[in-house]
């Protein structure tokens, strides 16, 4: 078994995520960031206004900025899902749905929300092959194809005003048959309704090419797809991270000003974590501080005799950090 060994290894990134690890780096410390996917919630948001400094800019394109410096200091990025923490004498070892195995001094999690999924077994496989989580995103990669869409409320609206301007054909599968949604998805003579549906099946080669839907009597029907969209909102999947943590009644870890959690060397920073306000540049600014506490521990860890309470110091970049983004 390959064991991958950093300083800092970091769940999630989203601005948080991203945010840490820029710091982690600067300082010199070994990073890697393991995420389901890059940008997190804000790749839903196709404007923000309210970013201090940055003009109107698409959420996507403001984590990629963070992102990008981040590795120019070296970080280094794996797409998989953490589902398994252990601690251990020299730090934690953190495992993945792929089944990769990391041993990190210090590990922040920043994992907010991931979106929700169908739970259908094969679902793994098509993730980025036809199966998206985000219709902004990649909606506009089918233009001219045939989509399906599995949403609901507000949020299918939107994305069914959207498929329906671009994909020859949308099939809208939406489990009420009272949602909000279905009055607007009559108005596209392209968009077909299956309501009181739901996706069981997925089926295609390199690429998603066929889902089979099942009604409340067990009828099945087949359709040949370019692309499923699924957006039923977003979920926290933090199992692994129970053991280790405190949560409140909303099931937001509990950290102290430091970003520590009740674990030594484990931090936890952004949505993830008990604040009144979710927002980016707050999400951004205590991955900063979970950072600032992370790089403390491991120069303790390692027996340095420095601190830092600021990173103000001009830090030479690094050219091998591109090559070993690990996409
Ligand atoms: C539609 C929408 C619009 C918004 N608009 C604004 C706005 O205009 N202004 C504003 O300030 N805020 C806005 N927000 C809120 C903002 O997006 C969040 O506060 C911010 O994104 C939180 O960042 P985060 O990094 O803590 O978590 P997230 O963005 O939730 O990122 C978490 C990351 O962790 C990953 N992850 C989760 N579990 C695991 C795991 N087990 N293993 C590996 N990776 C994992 C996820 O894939 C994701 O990449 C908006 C949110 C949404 C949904």
Known sequence: MDVESYDVVIIGGGIAGFSAALYTARQGLKTAVITIDIGGQLSYA??????????????LNLVLKVQNQALSYGVEVYIDEVIGLEKTDQGFLVRTKKGLVFNAISVIAACGKAPKRLGIES????????????????GPLYRGKDVALVSFGEKGIENIQFLASIARKVYYIVSSERDPSIEIAKEYSNVSIFTGHRVVELYGGQKLEKIVLVDKNGNRVEINIDALFVELGFETRIDFLKPFVDVNDKGEVIVDKY????????????????????????AASSGVIAALSAINYVYSVKGLRRSIVSD????????????KFRL
């Open 312 to 323: 103000w110091m001009k830090k030479q970049k690094t050219e091998r950090v591109i090559s």
């Open 46 to 59: 196709s404007v923000i206004e309210n970013y201090p400094g940055v003009e109107a800019i698409s959420g």
């Open 259 to 282: 970003g520590r959690t009740k674990t030594e060397g484990l931090f936890a920073a952004g949505d993830l974590v008990e604040t009144p306000y979710k927002q980016a540049v707050i």
């Open 123 to 138: 679902e793994d496989n098509f993730i980025g092959r036809g199966l998206s989580y985000c219709v902004i995103c990649d």
